[in-house]
């Protein structure tokens, strides 16, 4: 006799995917693989998980949860996305992965804090020297993007069109990790699912608009080419970081495209956002990689492809 085998959804306040991936995901396991919230209290030391994977939604806002999600991963639940990983990225770094793979970035500095970090002082920075912005702005061109290396959801991002606009945006920033990176005057502009690391889902996508008006409907047909490139950029973006769901945002300048933003492990699913036939897509996808992923374990990675990726591109190995 079978054992029903459970894969758990640790999620916050979105209603419409959850739901919808736990009916499709019910209506596809055969009674074998089921799916529902997980219920999480106190964390014992000998915990015994009764999820053969969970899909994690959350834990980037919820601490707590995301070393709940270590300790089961170290427990042999699979767990998309992977929890240590997650922990240890951020969207600077993620430029260096886009360089192991061939994927183009726009020109990126990585900024000092403005404001002091928490129970640091002046002795804490002996290392750190004045940053000479004339050379920065001088690599970076206007206009800038500032934004958080760790973060996400377009929160503290500023365009900055001269150096006073800049200052001012900088000054705002707190003791956040600040990256400023070359703003590309795109003609195009591409959000893209990747599910499993197989699956892909090309979206237009306008960043200039409201967010519910961004996914754009009705766009033109892209020419097979360019829609070969953003495929290959997306998988390889994805491969390289081991995400099994993620969404990889590409602006096209000259025919080239640029990787925006692509370290999106938990990407909007919701339904009212993305329209009925993004969402239809996501759920359908994610349902299926799922249930592969319990009936097909996978062993536990640390870092996805990076570091063989990073080798091979040098002629190392």
């Keep these: 006799m079978s054992t029903v085998r459970r894969i758990g959804l640790l999620f916050g306040m979105e209603d419409t995917f959850p739901w919808a991936l736990i009916n499709a995901i019910d209506a596809r396991g055969g009674g074998e693989i089921t799916a ?3 219920e999480i209290s106190y964390l014992r ?5 009764d999820y053969a994977l969970i899909l994690d939604r959350i834990s980037h806002e919820v601490p707590y949860y995301r070393t709940f999600l270590k300790v089961a991963a170290a427990r042999g639940v699979q767990v998309v996305n992977n929890p ?10 993620g430029n260096i ?3 192991s ?14 404001d002091r970090p928490p129970n640091t002082e002046a002795n804490s920075f002996r290392n750190l020297r004045l940053v000479d912005w004339d050379e920065v702005f001088g690599y970076l061109g206007f206009p800038i993007f500032l934004k958080p290396a760790y973060g996400g959801g377009w929160k503290d991002v500023y365009k900055c069109d001269t150096p006073a606009e800049f200052f001012a945006a ?12 070359e703003a590309i005057d795109f003609e195009d502009y591409y959000r893209i699912y990747v599910i499993g690391r197989k699956h892909v889902h090309v979206m237009r996508y306008d960043p200039k608009q409201p967010h519910h008006l961004r996914y754009v409907l009705d766009a033109p047909r892209t020419e097979p080419a360019l829609l070969t490139r953003l495929r290959r950029d997306a998988l390889a973006l994805s491969e390289a970081l081991g995400y099994d769901m993620n969404t990889v945002e590409l602006a096209v300048r000259g025919g080239i495209p640029y990787a925006i933003d692509f370290t999106n492990p938990a990407p909007d699913a919701d339904a009212h956002s993305v329209g009925p ?8 996808a994610m349902a299926e990689t799922l249930i592969d ?10 870092t996805g492809a990076w570091p063989q990726t990073t080798a091979l591109a040098r002629g190392h190995v």
């Design 36 to 38: 529902a919230p997980v």
């Design 45 to 49: 030391d000998t915990q015994h998980f």
């Design 84 to 93: 240590f990983w997650w922990s240890a990225d951020d969207k600077y770094f």
């Design 97 to 99: 992965v886009a360089e």
């Design 101 to 114: 793979v061939g994927v183009a970035t726009p020109r990126t500095v990585l900024l000092p804090h403005k």
């Design 170 to 181: 900088y000054d705002n920033t707190r003791d956040l990790t600040m990256m400023a990176q």
């Design 277 to 284: 036939a993004n969402f239809t897509w996501i759920v359908d």
């Design 293 to 302: 992923r319990v009936r097909n374990p996978l062993p536990l990675e640390l």
